[in-house]
């Protein structure tokens, strides 16, 4: 009996768990899913105060899993 492999099978990036790589993933999936909600990425704005503080617990928590 074969064992038969997923259909659907994601892209997943593990190697991309800094800060930079974070940030740069979120930017492109409110990109892609909320198109006209979210389009203001100026540094200034909260929502990217809000999307940085995301990538940088992001990347806290994969320092402590690697650790």
Known sequence: M???APKNIRDINYTGKDFDSIKLELINYLKQ??????DDFNQASGG???LEMEAFVGDL?????DR
């Open 61 to 65: 928590l994969s320092f402590y899993i």
């Open 48 to 50: 990217m105060a809000i």
């Open 33 to 38: 899913q909320f198109p006209s909600q979210f």
């Open 2 to 4: 074969s064992i038969n």
